[in-house]
């Protein structure tokens, strides 16, 4: 599985839009992105994934460049309860493979 | 739907002593994995079963530590002999062998391993 590249930490609003980066240069065009967060020591939840399309679910929006070399992960409204450590992967489908956690990106909430 | 179930959530061992931790998978999963986390790092996998069979274990210990997904009951991660280097948050983590979920991995809440 490709790597990827998060920034350690950042902070957002409550209320405002998380707009979580992650580069992910060497990716095949056979992996897909998915994106994972821990809240303080709970078990991964997974959020969101997607290959080359924009994608959006209940929780948040991914948005993937047309090179697909990098990704952002939308939270459109942060609350308090999305201060977590935020995964992102990338991995092949389809396939049970097991999953790459990097470093992630810590996301603190603001009030 | 019952989410993956660990026990315990917490273990406290002796060095030496032999460590057990279960993991239930959600119901109807036949792919379970094992993830360990040091303090202040990420996960990092250990193995990979389905029912009664080890697909890839390239992340587990090659001494001491040893899993299963018997054919009943819930998977089992052993360490034996446990070692203060032990302590750490163990995951187990689910998916399903076909649908739309096949590929999201579920993960349970944890069993935290001190070692004294």
């Known amino acids: 599985d490709a790597k990827t590249t998060q920034p350690p930490s950042m902070d957002c609003a409550e209320g405002r839009a998380a707009n979580l980066p992650c580069n992910h240069s060497?990716?095949?065009?056979?992996?897909?992105v998915y994106w994972y967060r821990q809240i303080h020591s709970q078990g991964p939840q997974y959020i969101i994934h997607?290959?080359?399309n924009n994608e959006t679910n209940e929780m948040a929006s991914l948005i993937i460049t047309e090179d697909r070399k990098s990704s952002t992960l939308i939270l459109p409204h942060a609350t308090l309860r999305d201060t977590a450590v935020y995964y992102c992967?990338?991995?092949?489908?389809?396939?049970?493979?097991?999953?790459?956690f990097g470093t992630g990106t810590r996301l603190t909430v603001i009030p | 739907n019952a989410g993956v179930m660990q026990n315990p959530r917490h273990l406290v061992r002796r060095r030496g002593q032999e460590a057990r931790l279960r993991c239930s998978p959600m119901?109807?999963?036949?792919?379970v994995y094992w993830y360990r986390q040091l303090p202040e790092e990420g996960l990092k996998f250990m193995v990979y079963?389905?029912?009664?069979?080890?697909?890839?274990e390239s992340g587990m210990p090659k001494e001491r530590f040893s899993a299963e997904f018997p054919k009943e009951g819930p998977s089992i991660l052993r360490i034996q002999q446990v070692v203060r280097g032990d302590s750490a948050a163990y995951f187990c983590a689910s998916s399903p062998s076909r649908g739309s979920s096949y590929n999201e991995q579920f993960f349970g809440p944890g069993t935290r391993l001190t070692v004294l």
């Open positions: 079963l389905q029912k009664e069979n080890i697909i890839d």
């Open positions: 992967i990338v991995r092949v489908d389809p396939g049970a493979n097991n999953l790459f």
């Open positions: 119901k109807g999963h036949s792919h």
């Open positions: 060497t990716i095949s065009g056979n992996e897909y």
């Open positions: 997607g290959l080359k």
